[in-house]
């Protein structure tokens, strides 16, 4: 158990939690919401609505719906590592943003059909961009799921259901910071619209090992 009874997560250099499932970071209503890390970033929703599924979600609609987490040196990252993680439900068949950020610097997170789209891009265009998949998962088959995208070196590695599925050469890719917004549900507001449920959204300014990645997916999964 954590300090609070919780489940027991991973929490080195977390550096924004959010979860619509704890009352203290999501009450159930409103715009507002609390980082559960302590770098307390600000996190705002817009349009999306709260849903019981999942024991707390929130739920896109594929129109105008996203969460902003605003720019913060905490999870900007320039060539260093870093983890996206997310709890996501849906049935879309075509990209839709888990976690993404887009600027000058970019980095892709996204449900596509069965499998996930991932990369990352720097201010001078040099890009990874490549779509992990893992057999026998269906991830748009309107059940919850488990994802992660971790970059270190050279290499961004992509999990799901807490089993390591690809990993991409980034080897010409270099910083990632854009000064921009990082979005949840979207890659940018009107882009890859999220259709379907959020429940937790974390980032770390690290690289999660996959035993890390695995321990995060067990610790949570019986909730869904």
């Given amino acids: 158990m954590g300090a609070s009874g919780g489940p027991v997560i991973a929490s080195k250099n977390l550096t ?3 979860d619509a499932g704890d009352k203290i970071s999501y ?4 715009t507002s919401c609390i980082d559960l890390s302590k770098e307390k970033n600000t996190v705002a929703i817009t349009n999306a609505t709260f849903s019981t599924d999942g024991q707390g979600s929130i739920s896109f609609d594929g129109s105008g719906d ?4 605003t720019s913060d040196s905490s999870i900007n990252f320039g060539s260093g590592e870093f983890t996206y993680e997310v709890w996501y439900k849906t049935d ?8 993404c950020k887009y600027g000058s610097g ?15 891009r720097d201010s001078s265009n040099n890009e990874l961009n490549f779509y992990p998949g893992l057999s026998g998962v269906t991830c748009n088959d309107d059940e919850w799921h488990h994802s992660a ?8 590695y992509v999990y799901i259901d807490g089993q390591h599925c690809s990993t991409g050469d980034d080897s010409s890719v270099g910083s990632t910071d854009s000064g921009g917004n990082t979005h949840i549900g979207v ?15 974390r980032i770390y300014n690290r690289c999660l090992s996959a035993a890390e990645v695995l321990q995060n997916y067990n610790e949570i999964k019986g909730r869904f």
């Avoid at 879309?92 to 976690?99: C, Q, Y």
């Avoid at 970019?106 to 990352?120: H, K, V």
């Fill in 187 to 201: 890659i940018t507001p009107g882009a890859w619209e999220f259709d379907g449920e959020i429940a937790i959204a």
């Fill in 106 to 120: 970019d980095i892709w997170f996204a449900t596509n059909g069965s499998g996930l789209r991932c990369g990352i």
């Fill in 66 to 69: 996203y969460i902003t987490v």
């Fill in 16 to 18: 924004m939690n959010f």
């Fill in 27 to 30: 009450p159930g209503s409103g």
């Fill in 92 to 99: 879309a068949s075509s990209e839709r943003g888990l976690i």
């Fill in 149 to 156: 995208m971790a970059r270190s070196g050279q290499y961004v």
